[in-house]
T-cell receptor, first 113, second 115 residues
């Protein structure tokens, strides 16, 4: 069973609309949670990183929330743009140290004009 | 260089052929990781180097996969006798000595297609 689960698997929205992506994780112990954006044919790029003591963190139009008690995170995208079309991946470091990352399968977002 | 560079960007191999994928990490970056990303999935850990030492190879799917980083900089991932299930994007990432836990930089990957 994957230790990082994401939903929805894919999402289509119209330009200018908002959306929220979900992530549940079971990795323990927990140190931090990251959201990455991966454009087609590119490597993942970090959007936000939150430690267990942070509840919310923003990066421009991206706002991530974290509930370490329920082991849930969300990524909210405001006023979507065509360039937001990408896969958004939730990532949690494994408990083994040295920054080995466990990735979710991602949510594929398509923003249409 | 300014980022992590991977080559080739695309590789088509006939089943049974050996392939070698190259990763040039950011200069001075100590930690280097290889990940495998199947179509529509998130990346999965393959192996980890700290300088030239391969500290974890637990993610390598079989003994056909081999990785090395002999001088602690450039790394090569070699796949022998490729099979169709090896088709994936192979991502390399590095972290610098001054970075905290968060300083992952990924390359753009090598897309391997085995036919």
């Amino acid at each position: 069973k994957n230790q990082v689960e994401q939903s929805p698997q894919s999402l289509i929205i119209l330009e200018g609309k908002n959306c929220t992506l979900q992530c549940n994780y079971t990795v323990s112990p927990f140190s931090n949670l990251r959201w990455y954006k991966q454009d087609t044919g590119r490597g993942p790029v970090s959007l936000t990183i939150m430690t267990f003591s942070e509840n919310t963190k923003s990066n421009g139009r991206y706002t991530a929330t974290l509930d370490a008690d329920t082991k849930q995170s969300s990524l909210h995208i405001t006023a979507s743009q065509l360039s937001d079309s990408a896969s958004y991946i939730c990532v949690v470091p494994s408990s083994g140290g040295y920054n080995k990352l466990i990735f979710g399968a991602g949510t594929r977002l398509a923003v249409h004009p | 260089g300014a980022g992590v560079s991977q080559s080739p960007r695309y590789k088509v191999a006939k089943r049974g052929q050996d392939v070698a994928l190259r990763c040039d990490p950011i200069s001075g970056h100590v930690s280097l990781f290889w990940y495998q990303q199947a179509l529509g999935q998130g990346p999965e850990f393959l192996t980890y180097f700290q300088n030239e030492a391969q500290l974890d190879k637990s993610g390598l799917p079989s003994d056909r996969f081999f990785a090395e980083r002999p001088e602690g900089s450039v790394s090569t991932l070699k796949i022998q006798r490729t099979q169709q299930e090896d088709s994936a994007v192979y991502l390399c990432a590095s972290i610098g000595p001054a970075d905290n836990n968060y300083g992952y930089t990924f390359g753009s990957g090598t897309r391997l297609t085995v036919v």
